[in-house]
């Protein structure tokens, strides 16, 4: 056996591998993974941006519009970044083919980040694929170059790993679609996408403060606009403590060998 | 050093079922190994343990000296395995497959590549390197998670049903394939339904039934355990009766075929002699059944009587 220059040298090619692996797989099924955002996305600029939106007026000081885009934007990430990871993990695990990274000599964290930053990828794609798309509709400035990169960086990767603990919890293809639809949509479409919360009754705006994805859309939002429903240190601490709690309990899970190895 | 060890391996499913009972197994590096057992014997959960993709429940397994609860990353990097089933991404192309598992095992790309070329000639896949690995043939399939073990270049190579299901030509093709590392120094072990592939092969010999091993020894000298064999002898000319043969349990198979049972002991000659003094001709002569498949079968049969005695008493 040819001996790789060391342990970290042969790490860091097997982690290089596995982003190169998930990075074919988006572009190779770009139908399914790229070409469905701009679609969506242009759809919900033309509905309500264009013929709502115009009769919703201004928030927050800025033509309705202008407001959905981020929102619009980290909306595909969340979803992408989760799509990605569940869709590839549970088919690896599913078509047998994740036993391929089980026998390698590369250490769980590793295989877990692999496979989350193979969901970050696909986030910043679709990110800016939808970032073009909007760009068709409204005019985007850019405030904080650094908060809308590290909210987008750190909002993807804690739903990558989300999808990442969805594929290893699942036992069936109808498991890894309860996550999106009965929590995600929902705290996504009631995290301040589509609206300012301080449009809400008292009781609805102290419920959103619960909202994860509030926090990261907001976040995300005041690298455009300069404007955000919540305090950003709040909205950080949030993102890493949740990206670090996320990472922990995925990689326990991989050396717990949950849903993977008997 | 030996290339793998195990001693006292156990592995209960949470189901309750005991898939091994204490399983202690040596193999000498360079060897080539026959893990042979029926269905359910254990021979995939060990394998599995040993590649990882099982968790144990109690014993030791060292590769090449480096055990699996210390120093699981060096164990893993010392092995190729060749699952029973394709486990590779059927949307994925030949020589992406290879390259990647290359990577995964910290090769760098340049080499995966050239290395790549190297196996898939040998193994006959080049021309089909950029085909979608499920438009293969069943044989290529195996051939290529042959070619995938290899592409780090382990030192123990572990083949599970490697040829189940492929055709003569293909089983004998992958046969030499294997012969040639053997040849080159890789430690090869073995498991198999088809029991002459494992006495065409190898050396050393493990039966594993029950989560047990019961039998592990040289083939050489397993097949030296039989008692009896039956040979077929074809006649030249047609026979309504057995033809007297003393000493011997003789039948016929239809009016040109004789089958003869000749015990350990019992020369072959002694048949010839009679059957030359009654004027019969033979023109072949073949094995009934393979020796190590009837060895097998006596092991296995007589350790389930030995069980059943055991439940009676």
């Keep these: 056996m040819t001996a790789p220059a060391g342990r970290a040298a042969a790490r860091w090619i097997g982690f290089r591998t596995t982003l190169i692996r998930e990075f074919g797989r988006i572009v190779r099924i770009w139908g399914q993974t790229l070409l469905p955002p701009a679609v969506t996305s242009t759809l919900y600029f033309v509905i309500f941006g264009s013929l709502i939106g115009r009769r919703v007026g201004q928030v927050g000081g800025h033509d309705y519009m202008q407001f959905i885009a981020p929102g619009l934007i980290m909306m595909s990430v969340i979803q992408n970044s989760y799509g990605n990871v569940v869709s590839s993990f549970f088919g690896a695990k599913f078509g047998k083919y994740l036993e391929e990274l089980l026998v390698a000599p590369l250490p769980n964290w590793l295989i877990v980040l692999g496979y989350a930053l193979g969901g970050v990828i696909r986030g910043f794609m679709v990110g800016t694929v939808v970032t073009i798309v909007s760009l068709f509709f409204t005019r985007l400035g850019v405030l904080h170059p650094v908060l809308i990169v590290s909210a987008a960086f750190l909002t993807s990767f804690v739903f990558a790993l989300g999808g990442f603990i969805n594929a290893m919890l699942a036992k069936n293809f109808d498991q890894i679609s309860w996550f999106p639809t009965f929590i995600l949509t929902p705290l996504t479409y009631l995290g301040g996408v589509f609206y300012s919360i301080r449009m809400l009754p008292p009781w609805a705006l102290d419920a959103s403060h619960a909202n994860p994805i509030l926090y990261m859309v907001s976040a995300f939002r005041y690298g455009f606009l300069g404007t955000a429903d919540v305090d950003l240190r709040l909205a950080y601490a949030i993102m890493v403590i949740a990206a670090v709690g996320m990472f922990s309990l995925a990689v326990v899970l991989m050396n717990r060998g949950v849903g993977i190895r008997d | ?313």
């Design chain 2, 1 to 313: 050093m030996r290339a793998l060890v195990l001693r006292q391996l156990t592995k209960t499913y949470k189901n309750g079922i005991k898939a091994l009972k204490g399983i202690d197994l040596e193999v000498e590096r360079g060897d080539f190994f026959a893990l042979l057992g029926p269905n359910g014997a254990g021979k995939t959960t060990a394998i599995g343990i040993v590649t990882s993709l099982v968790t144990k429940t109690s014993g030791v397994v060292e590769v090449f000296g480096h055990d699996i609860d210390r120093e699981l990353e060096i164990a893993k990097s010392c092995i190729g395995v060749v699952p029973q089933e394709a486990n590779f991404n059927q949307f994925e192309s030949v020589q992406t497959i290879v390259v990647n598992q290359a990577g995964f095992y910290g090769i760098p790309r340049h080499v995966a590549k050239q290395r790549a070329e190297v196996y898939l000639k040998q193994l006959q896949l080049w021309d089909r390197r950029r085909s979608i690995a499920r438009s293969l043939s069943g044989g290529m399939k195996r051939r290529l998670m042959i070619a995938r073990a290899l592409m780090h270049q382990p030192e123990l190579l572990i083949l599970d049903e490697p040829t189940a299901g492929v055709d003569i030509e293909v089983r004998r093709s992958m046969w030499e394939f294997l012969r040639l590392i053997n040849g080159e120094g890789t430690t090869i072990i073995l498991t198999t339904h088809y029991l002459e592939e494992a006495e065409n092969l190898c050396r050393n010999v493990a039966i594993i039934d029950g989560g047990r091993i019961i039998e592990r020894d040289s083939m050489a000298n397993v097949l030296r355990k039989l008692q009896a064999e039956t040979f077929v002898l074809n006649l030249r000319e047609a026979r309504t009766a057995v033809p007297r043969l003393e000493g011997f349990r003789a039948v016929l198979a239809d009016d040109h075929t004789l089958e003869v049972e000749v015990s350990r002991g019992q020369s072959l000659n002694r048949v010839f002699a009679q059957l030359s003094e009654q004027g019969i001709e033979i023109d072949s002569m073949r094995n009934k059944v393979n020796r190590l498949e009837e060895l097998f079968v006596r092991l296995v049969d007589s350790r389930g009587r030995a069980g059943a005695a055991e439940a009676l008493t």
